[in-house]
């Protein structure tokens, strides 16, 4: 199988470093191993989610921008009973049904089967003024929204945006547990140091990180992770890191090379300083490119270590929890 040439030039687009060296002409196509399972697609009998919006919400973090988001409520979701949340960044790709990750779908089938806990998805966007285009599969907005500032930047600013702006107008609507261990977020690329950020800046607010290719690198200073986490005091997180062997590897034409700008070297040194310090950490190293082919296959078992933890009952005669989880009656 092939991958589609305008598929694969687009997502390089969405990486600044992509712009910043030319290809290697013996660079392997790694993608190619990577499928979608099982868990990935609409099974009969599975009751489906519904996917609300697209909504915006003004920016006071980032003055003139919005931010579009959509929302998934699952078939299960019981507005009397407290819901965990997952978010997630550059949320049009996470979403897309022709895309790789197809998060709603797998979060479908992981309800269904009590592999993770009832939750609310958010699929939220980068911001932008309302005269920029919203980002699509083939464009993730890096040359035309407020992607590179809010994701790459190790501020608490697009912390603010979650924290304080996304996250009181969901509430209007849902009834989304305040529990820190029950809220997760994730990204790929600039989306997954972005969602690091906000769990590293916010840990009252946010336990669980999901991470494919982080741009854990010299964007606007993320290769500085690894020593910060070193030398400071451990916070309450969980995070899996994806990433490729064939990833953007800052490896030059002429032979130079500049490790704070290599993807996959920087996120093994995420992992190793995570867990130095002790953290609740997992990983899973392949051989794709910079993009989300990996996720694939992976995305549904990192779902399932990531919420390993929810309320599980083992009374045996519990039929209830012996038996796949209904849909809500209405």
């Given at each position: 199988?092939?991958?589609?040439?305008?598929?694969?030039?687009?997502?390089?687009?969405?990486?600044?470093?992509?712009?910043?060296?030319?290809?290697?002409?013996?660079?392997?196509?790694?993608?190619?191993?990577?499928?979608?399972?099982?868990?990935?697609?609409?099974?009969?009998?599975?009751?489906?989610?519904?996917?609300?919006?697209?909504?915006?919400?003004?920016?006071?973090?980032?003055?003139?921008?919005?931010?579009?988001?959509?929302?998934?409520?699952?078939?299960?979701?019981?507005?009397?009973?407290?819901?965990?949340?997952?978010?997630?960044?550059?949320?049009?790709?996470?979403?897309?049904?022709?895309?790789?990750?197809?998060?709603?779908?797998?979060?479908?089938?992981?309800?269904?089967?009590?592999?993770?806990?009832?939750?609310?998805?958010?699929?939220?966007?980068?911001?932008?003024?309302?005269?920029?285009?919203?980002?699509?599969?083939?464009?993730?907005?890096?040359?035309?929204?407020?992607?590179?500032?809010?994701?790459?930047?190790?501020?608490?600013?697009?912390?603010?945006?979650?924290?304080?702006?996304?996250?009181?107008?969901?509430?209007k609507s849902f009834n989304i547990s305040k529990d820190p261990e029950r809220r997760g977020i994730g990204g790929s690329s600039s989306g997954a140091i972005a969602a690091f950020t906000v769990a590293w800046q916010r840990p009252d607010q946010f336990r669980k990180v999901l991470s494919n290719v982080g741009s854990f690198t010299n964007l606007r200073g993320g290769h500085i992770y690894p020593d910060i986490i070193r030398r400071s005091e451990r916070r309450p997180l969980r995070v899996f890191l994806v990433d490729g062997r064939n990833d953007n590897r800052a490896l030059r034409a002429d032979g130079g090379y500049d490790p704070d700008r290599d993807w996959f070297y920087?996120?093994?040194?995420?992992?190793?300083?995570?867990?130095?310090?002790?953290?609740?950490?997992?990983?899973?190293?392949?051989?794709?490119?910079?993009?989300?082919?990996?996720?694939?296959?992976?995305?549904?078992?990192?779902?399932?270590?990531?919420?390993?933890?929810?309320?599980?009952?083992?009374?045996?005669?519990?039929?209830?929890?012996?038996?796949?989880?209904?849909?809500?009656?209405?």
């Open positions: 199988m092939n991958l589609p040439f305008a598929a694969m030039a687009a997502f390089l687009a969405c990486s600044a470093v992509a712009q910043q060296r030319p290809a290697m002409a013996d660079s392997p196509n790694g993608d190619i191993y990577y499928q979608l399972g099982p868990d990935s697609m609409p099974r009969d009998g599975v009751p489906k989610g519904e996917i609300r919006g697209p909504f915006t919400i003004p920016s006071q973090a980032y003055p003139g921008t919005q931010h579009t988001y959509w929302v998934y409520v699952p078939a299960q979701y019981d507005p009397a009973v407290p819901a965990s949340l997952m978010i997630f960044n550059d949320g049009q790709a996470f979403m897309a049904p022709e895309g790789d990750v197809r998060a709603q779908v797998v979060m479908d089938n992981l309800i269904f089967r009590r592999e993770i806990p009832v939750m609310i998805g958010v699929f939220i966007n980068p911001g932008r003024r309302p005269d920029q285009p919203e980002p699509t599969l083939s464009n993730w907005g890096d040359r035309d929204t407020n992607r590179p500032a809010e994701y790459n930047t190790l501020d608490d600013r697009y912390a603010q945006v979650i924290v304080d702006e996304l996250l009181p107008a969901l509430s920087q996120n093994v040194r995420m992992q190793q300083a995570l867990s130095a310090k002790g953290y609740d950490v997992n990983y899973s190293w392949g051989v794709q490119g910079h993009g989300q082919k990996m996720l694939r296959t992976v995305f549904p078992e990192m779902m399932r270590w990531l919420w390993r933890d929810h309320a599980v009952s083992t009374d045996v005669h519990d039929m209830v929890e012996r038996s796949p989880n209904p849909a809500r009656k209405k």
